[in-house]
């Protein structure tokens, strides 16, 4: 007696879906992380409004808006390397996505200079100014380094995760018909985007 | 957008999002962030409005690019449905923290 069993996508040896969902299950946890320190945000600036809008005067708001308009572009661009990709256009692809690398150099860079520039005011938690502050701007600024850090460490990420794209395009591993490495390195990406979309507001635009 | 930029292609029935619609959806959310900086620029005098106008742009940011950039309006259902578990716990997680800070004494 011989019984045959037939795999649901048999014929193919993998399931675009499934390892689509995969990225989103890990997304949902990257939201759920950044969440937890949206929540933590939320209760102190309830607690100390008046301090937090007295420090978030003192962030760059042109930077924090060159910035956001550099991520949406590089979201973009991303976005647009995946239509490439699909529409079989490999050298577009990957100049778009060397485009989008460019544009997380550009987003750390200014980061750089934001940064450094609050070190020379001994902002970063621990320095002189910093211990002076009053608590609720003391807060502030550890959010603000402790999020922003973070985002920038997704943004670092998120670089190598493309740039090994691009290697694995230029090896022919990810093609027009198996491009689920790009999708899912754009998927992350976006994921660095929705969270600066936050951020800008909550710390820069406070009023 | 343009519907007739909407060809199904090879063996799994993708759906390929137009190079316009992507330069669209990038104008849409440029428009919506210089609203943002308008409003906290402008508008510093209405403390309470201006939270949740910022928090409301951002949001409408948000599903613009979870929407068109993600590829969630042309992937299968589960996933927008999945992603409404998890805004929804994060809701909750929110509600609950607001209520037991605003009743303590």
């Known amino acids: 007696m011989e019984t045959t069993f037939v795999l649901p996508n048999s014929g193919h040896r993998r399931d675009d879906v499934a390892t689509k969902m995969g990225m989103w299950l890990f997304l949902f946890t990257e939201l759920l992380l950044f969440g937890g320190l949206f929540l933590v945000y939320m209760i102190y600036r309830y607690m100390y409004h008046d301090d937090f809008l007295a420090a978030s005067l003192d962030l760059n708001v042109l930077i924090g808006t060159i910035n956001t308009v550099v991520l949406l572009a590089s979201s973009m661009t991303v976005a647009m390397s995946i239509t490439a990709m699909q529409k079989g256009d490999i050298r577009l692809s990957k100049r778009l996505i060397w485009i989008t690398v460019v544009a997380a150099g550009i987003f750390m860079v200014n980061k750089y200079f934001e940064w450094t520039a609050k070190f020379d005011h001994g902002l970063f938690p621990g320095m002189e100014q910093y211990g002076q502050l009053a608590n609720g701007e003391r807060l502030f600024y550890f959010l603000y380094f402790f999020m922003t850090g973070l985002h920038a460490l997704h943004v670092i990420v998120g670089m190598i995760f493309l740039l090994f794209v691009i290697r694995f395009i230029q090896k022919n591993k990810v093609r027009q018909d198996k491009y689920m490495l790009l999708e899912n390195a754009g998927l992350y990406w976006h994921l660095v985007d929705l969270i600066w979309i936050y951020l800008f507001p909550l710390f820069y635009l406070i009023h | ?105």
Request: charged letters at 10%; hydrophobic letters at 55%.
């Open chain 2, 1 to 105: 957008m343009s519907e007739n930029n909407h060809t199904s292609t090879h063996a799994h029935d993708t759906h390929i999002v137009s190079y316009r619609e992507h330069a669209s959806t990038f104008l849409g959310l440029i428009l919506l962030t210089i609203m943002t900086v308008t409003v906290s620029v402008f508008g510093a005098d209405l403390y309470t409005l201006t939270v949740l106008t910022a928090l409301t742009i951002a949001s409408a940011k948000a599903i613009v690019v979870a929407l068109y950039f993600m590829h969630l309006k042309y992937d299968p259902k589960i996933f927008k449905f999945m992603l409404t578990i998890v805004v929804v716990l994060f809701a909750v997680f929110v509600v609950l923290a607001m209520v037991d800070y605003a009743l303590r004494s």
